[in-house]
């Protein structure tokens, strides 16, 4: 069934839409990721224009991370006071993305930072996750091993402005939670992302935050920050495509409870390896494109500047 | 402002031997949730007041044209390595959709100086006001090669059917992704490649409903449309939440 999309003006196979938010809410589930890094790309790959598809991925990102943070709540493993310091400094980083992506527009080059931008972080982070998968592997077949130690004194302790952290137990500067906030803020603009993929190893390397908080306050900052990025595309660009978030959101519901079913089957190596090699496919794709000579080498843009 | 000059022009002239006389299979083309595209059928009959023509070739040209929209067209260049936007021209005007149905191949049916004057064939239809740059040929050439592609630009040869020299009809479809406005349908009578008649409609094409209402919204009321969009994501995810913690009991 084709259904015309208002915003994106493109007429799209609903079930094809349906089908993708199901794929990318099972991912989600198995994996406890956004699926923002995944199902941006997936869009531009069926013909949703760019601009659109970010704008509506911060929309339906809104929407489970929401449902994520519920539960994290009523567990209480949510930082909210560290939760605020990010917020502050993503909606900076937010409305600093949105004035570079929206240059960025009027000089025709959005799509090559979007798509720079999917390639440098999907390639990082799945080649992390690859190696770091292997060794998890190789260890198990070895023997449990002992716990590596944190570093319990960095650069991060010397900074001014110190702020205490309860939830975290952390007694820290809010200048690297600003700062964090601050670049999660930006993809989060230019991506169409949450940027959890990002934030989480950031709040636990660099903040040294206990990881059973990590994840629901990562949500609470993404809530707001994908909120906000939502409006300021909605007011600015006029690219949030609502029917098109709705039919993803479905899927994404939907697919999000099988995840998690299948998740608690699979052992966590394994998993994280099939997602490894899931992102840096995506990655190799968009990095091909970049690459290789396209068949067509003009493009149409809307005029006047 | 040339065809309407054109237009003008020959509604000054006496009375042409040969009139079209025109029908239009539908008035209106609305884009719905499930548009998949539409066909629109012209078809018509031509008038005389004396007997047939023995010489000369008739031609009937058929032209659909939609809004007139200025687009930016960019080449990607390889830079550092990766395929990246370098030069642009501007195009002041292009129609978002234009088709071209002949009954013959258009330069047969049609001079050279009458399409430079009525702007009929795709190619002469786009046009830069600025000075045109060097090399800017081909940035035109390539944006009828896009939209041909996406079938915005539709050429059909013997797209019109000629009965007698009397009746003729043709079938011009749409695509799905289509741009809103008023359509403008035109039918030229030739002969020699000579225009002797010209008769013209408009098709409105818009979205209705519930496209309608979203469109308008997103624009008009963009802050209480981000709003709802983003209402709709947080009962979303707070009904995922519940009915997932009703499923675990």
């Known amino acids: ?305 | 402002m040339l065809r309407l000059a054109t237009f003008c022009l020959l509604l000054a002239m006496p009375a042409s031997a040969e009139e079209i006389v025109l029908g239009l299979s539908r008035d209106e083309v609305a884009i719905t949730a499930t548009f998949e595209g539409s066909e629109i059928a012209i078809f018509g009959a031509i008038k005389r007041e004396e007997p047939l023509p023995t010489e000369g070739d008739l031609g009937v040209i058929v032209t659909v044209a939609g809004p007139d929209m200025p687009v930016t067209v960019r080449r990607k260049e390889r830079r550092l390595g990766i395929w990246v936007n370098t030069e642009a021209v501007d195009i002041d005007v292009a129609p978002s959709f234009y088709a071209v149905s002949t009954n013959r191949p258009l330069d047969e049916i049609l001079s050279d100086s009458e399409d430079v004057n009525t702007r009929i064939s795709t190619r002469r239809a786009i046009r830069s006001v600025g000075p045109s740059e060097l090399g800017s040929d081909q940035f035109t050439n390539a944006l009828v090669r896009i939209r041909a592609a996406q079938e915005l630009y539709q050429t059909i040869p013997t797209g019109v059917w000629v009965k007698d020299d009397t009746l003729f009809r043709t079938i011009i479809t749409l695509p799905a992704n289509l741009t809103e406005g008023d359509y403008k349908a035109e039918i030229y009578l030739t002969r020699d490649g000579r225009i002797i008649d010209l008769y013209s409609a408009v098709i409105p094409v818009k979205k209705v409903g519930l496209e309608r209402w979203l469109y308008n919204l997103a624009h008009d009321q963009a802050p209480i449309y981000g709003i709802m969009s983003l209402s709709i994501a947080i009962a979303a995810g707070w009904l995922a939440s519940a009915a997932f913690s009703l499923l675990r009991r």
């Open chain 1, 1 to 305: 069934m084709q259904i015309y999309l208002p915003i994106a003006e493109v007429s799209v196979n609903a079930f094809l839409l349906l089908g993708l938010g199901g794929i990318v809410g099972i991912l989600s589930g198995m994996f406890g990721v956004g699926g923002g890094f995944l199902m941006t790309p997936l869009l531009f790959f069926i013909g949703i224009p760019p601009a659109v598809a970010v704008a509506t991925e911060a929309n339906q990102i809104v929407a489970s991370s929401f449902s994520g943070v519920l539960a994290h709540l009523k567990r209480k493993t949510v930082d909210l006071k560290m939760g605020i310091v990010l917020l502050i400094g993503g909606l900076v980083g937010s409305a600093l993305g949105i004035l570079l992506f929206n240059y960025l527009k009027a000089l025709g080059q959005v799509e090559l930072l979007v798509q720079l931008c999917y390639v440098v972080f999907l390639g990082m982070i799945g080649a992390l996750m690859f190696i770091e998968s292997l060794n998890a592997i190789r260890k198990t077949k070895k023997s449990p091993g002992a716990a590596p130690a944190r570093r319990k004194h960095n650069w991060v302790h010397n900074l001014p402005f110190k702020m205490k952290f309860r939830v975290s137990g952390l007694y820290i500067s809010v200048i690297p939670p600003l700062l964090v906030g601050v670049l999660v803020g930006v993809l989060a603009a230019i991506m169409g992302v949450g940027g959890g993929f990002i934030m989480v190893p950031a709040m636990i390397y660099l903040l040294g935050m206990p990881t059973k908080v990590v994840v629901g306050t990562s949500l609470f900052q993404i809530i707001f920050v994908t909120a906000f990025t939502t409006m300021l595309h909605a007011t600015t660009n006029y690219t949030v495509d609502v029917v098109l978030a709705v039919l993803l959101l479905v899927g994404g519901v939907i697919g999000a409870q099988i995840g998690t079913r299948i998740g608690v089957k699979m052992k966590a190596e394994q998993l994280r390896i099939l997602l490894a090699i899931m992102v840096l496919a995506v990655c190799g794709k968009l990095a091909f494109d970049l690459l290789v000579q396209p068949s067509e080498l003009y493009s149409i843009g809307a005029g006047g500047h």
